[in-house]
């Protein structure tokens, strides 16, 4: 058996029948024998992206080189290999080196972590394939991991399927694709598969990357992994997602630190030729100057705090983040927005036989059950389900009293589902029999305004009771007809020619019990600062009910369709006051999460399980699914929640385990932010004053390097901290403006305890009058230094309470140790530093001690500001 490359047979140019291509794949409608499948996967390789693949450890280190600070750092380095300040460059270059390593072995080990966590959530492909080698053998079908398809295998399609490779389609009932993370093109295109296609035409043709929007297919796989479509887009533009917003505070702060860094040395080396008469032999220090106020640990504790954050969520609560700056992004989340079946309501209908229209009943019934036999639905929907069910129950014959001719599944943009059947007698008539919404089914039917509006009276009426609503219509046609019966949608939620005029025969209303746990999940994320919005394709009565019944205000609801008259500005500010979106199709709910989001002072996150909330999904900070949504959802998902085994059914507590890990982790990348960034200006700020002041450098290179990496070091710790309750119970954000606000407060604090320290060793050095005044300062401050970056991690932190010793107090404690001894140690000589007198220590204990003082005093005053 031969097949062709597939790069060739994926062109869509190539104008062959559909069974002159099945034959050059060699493959056919029952798809492929076992034996071939494999001898195909070893040849093609799996069905994965090329980028997917976990970095070898060059690649990483090269990554991690251009992280702006490193960038800066080796240019700063470079500078002073240029004047030949080899200590400075040396420094420079064992600074970067350490962060560089122990980035990419952190990455390395969060990316494979990631790739486990993501494995639990992978999705399947349903594949023909007939057992073994024999040819004659009748297919079954599979569920395998994407990864397994090789081009020439058959596969099913339904509504919220990714598309698992580039395929050609041999049957279709009513698709729509979705491409969006394709062409950018967020309307699902009409597909349809055409037997011979024309030049340039690609109806019959799905990319991988697509997903199905609604209705269902068979089709035959042309090219698989690197050899499709998507694989090419992705090398050229990259799967880049715009920035998040964990991506805009930690950018805000690190360009503010990268100006002044970059403004550092010119302002050092101008001031020291102004004041001190001092030439171009500045610059090393200069430089150094600007080292020391570097945060070098920042994406080595970013991603450990992440990782660590998310490894520990998957395994007390089985939440799996997919994506780590996700888990920040959920800790900012302040507004929630989430649809109603499947997170508030269980997704579990059941028809209430009290309020159903018999007869609509039945053709509810008729039409669920031939629209899933014609369109080959992999699986029913919740409500046509629960209408087979129900039907069944009452009248085994229901679904045999006709024959199905053709189907159209149901549509989250048309909400409406068609089945063309006849009765075995009626020769000359076939009936339609349309199910939907409740608004689209009756402005089908023909109806005059006062029925029409009375109709929808009653709807509303039991909507507001909380149920959920099919409207249910017929109407007979010649059957001549036939083919024009169902032209395909238009796609964009038009109508179909023949499904007007209708006869309405009555309403089938369901129950949807709410979701036990949602009612607590709801009042917690209240009083966790998190706003709840619901945006549902539902009835606005019904969402309404369900809101009432968890105990929130709905207020004034708000239906899609006088959205569209709305500017993006004015949609911004109603979405905002606004608790409850009804009839939203996928796109509305995109618009409105993308309202939400402008201006970019809110973090938005998006829960939703359906296909027709994957746009928002994707327009959300961060989307959220729970473990069973469709796979499209998945796959577009940033943070999947859990479904404890025990506990069938949704459960949304899970969420709030997810905001309290992302809070945990971002408080303590803040915590670290902070800490550094105020003592690292502190001591710039004491470096250039003392610099001025003394007529010798304050500080030689390999101080400054044994210096800054005792406080890495130490401050790595920050990864491993347990903030302070009062962290968890708000959103955490890192607004760059605070931040740099509260920096400079504790920075020019930190100074002044440095200058201090300055005066002090002025005077316990006066009174020994010893000749090594140069090593002596240098030790003293050294000592200085690495105290009160202790005194700053302990007090400026938001952790736990100091009374149990956790990672930041061991590393405290250290930090101090080493403070103290290092200077009477033998290494003390090779960096320049000497021995102090008894008398020094006794000043420092007083300098500390106040400054312990003003620093808690200053902290109590901005926690209360905050
Ligand atoms: N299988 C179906 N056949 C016919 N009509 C349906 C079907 N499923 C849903 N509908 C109708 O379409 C409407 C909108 O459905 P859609 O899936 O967009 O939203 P939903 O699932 O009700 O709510 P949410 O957006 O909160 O998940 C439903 O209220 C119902 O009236
Ligand atoms: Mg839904």
Known sequence: MTDTAPADVAAPSSGRTTLQLLRSLGSGPRGLTEAEAERRLARHGENVLPGTRPLSWPLLAARSLRDPFTVVLLCLGLVSATVAAWGTACVILVLVAVSCCLRSAGERRADSAMAGLRELVATTATVLRRPGADETASPAEHELPVSQLVPGDVVRLGPGDLIPADVRLLRAQGLTVQQAAFTGESVPADKRPVDVPADGESAHL??????????????????TGAGTRFAAAHRTVGAERGASAFDRSVHGISWTLIRFMLLTPPLVLMAGAALRGRGLETLPFAVAVAVGLTPEMLPVIVTTALARGSALLARTHGVIV??????????????????????????????DPARTDPDALHWAAVSAWWTLQLADLPTADALDEAVITHALAKD??????????????????????????????????????????????????????????????????MSGDGLRLLAVA????????????????????????DERGLTFTGFVAFTDALVPTAAQALRDLGERGVTVKVITGDHPGTAARALRDLGLAPGDIHTADALDALTDEELARLARRTTVFARCTPAHKARIVTALRAGGETTVGFLGDGVNDLPALRAADVGICPRDAVAAARDAADIVLAQPADRPGKDLTAIGHAITAGRHSSGNIATYLRVTLSSNLGNVIAMLSAGLLLPFLPMLPAQVLAQNLCFDAAQLSFAFDRPAAAALRRPTTLRPRDFLRFITGFGVLNAAADLATFGVLALALRSTAGPADEAAFHSGWFTENLLTQALVMLLLRTGRAPRTPGPVRWAVTSLAVVGVVLPL?????????????PVYYALLAAVLALYAVALTAVKRRYVRQA
Do not use: W
């Open 206 to 223: 799905c990319f991988q990357g697509g997903s199905v929007a609604s209705g269902s297919a068979s089709a035959v796989v042309l090219a």
């Open 322 to 351: 997919k994506r780590l700056p996700a888990l920040h992004d959920i800790g900012a989340v302040d507004i929630l927005c989430v649809d109603k079946t499947g997170t508030l309501t269980q997704d579990r209908p059941a028809v």
């Open 396 to 461: 085994p014959a229901v679904t045999e009293a006709y024959d199905g001719i053709t189907a159209l599944p149901f549509d989250p943009v048309r909400r409406l589902a068609t089945a063309v059947v006849r009765r075995p007698g009626a020769l000359g008539t076939v009936t339609l029999a349309v199910k939907g919404s409740v608004e689209n089914v009756l402005e089908r039917c023909a109806l005059d305004d006062a029925e029409r509006a009375s109709l929808l009276a009653r709807a509303a009426e």
């Open 474 to 497: 017929t109407a007979e046609r010649p059957a001549r007809h036939r083919p024009g019966i169902l032209p395909s949608p238009s796609g964009g939620g038009g109508s179909t020619a």
């Open 825 to 837: 140690t033998p290494a003390a000589h090779p960096l320049g530093m000497t021995p102090l007198p």
